[in-house]
């Protein structure tokens, strides 16, 4: 029972940041509407599609939500970091 109380305490913690990170537009949530290439997806972040290298081991689907990451806000650098939850 504790360790599942450290687990949800974990995940929460770790949407909490990502809420936090999205409102600071250096986490997007996104949609996946096609592939790209082997290890490249297609979304829109703001109205635009871009291509969208995998960071993870994660294989997607379109319509798979996904979470990007564009660090300091260079968008050259953009990847997909997480599948985002339901």
Known sequence: MANENVVKTLVDQVFR?????????TLFPVVIISKASN???E???????????NGTDMTFKVGD??????????YKRRFIM????N
């Not at 809420?19 to 600071?24: A, L, P, S, W």
């Not at 997480?82 to 939850?85: E, F, I, T, V």
């Open 17 to 25: 940041i990502v809420e936090r990170f999205e409102k600071q537009k």
């Open 82 to 85: 997480a599948r985002k939850p």
């Open 43 to 53: 979304g829109y972040i703001n109205g635009q599609v871009y291509d969208l290298p």
């Open 65 to 74: 939500k996904v979470i990007v990451c564009i660090p300091d806000g260079d």
């Open 39 to 41: 290890n490249t997806y």
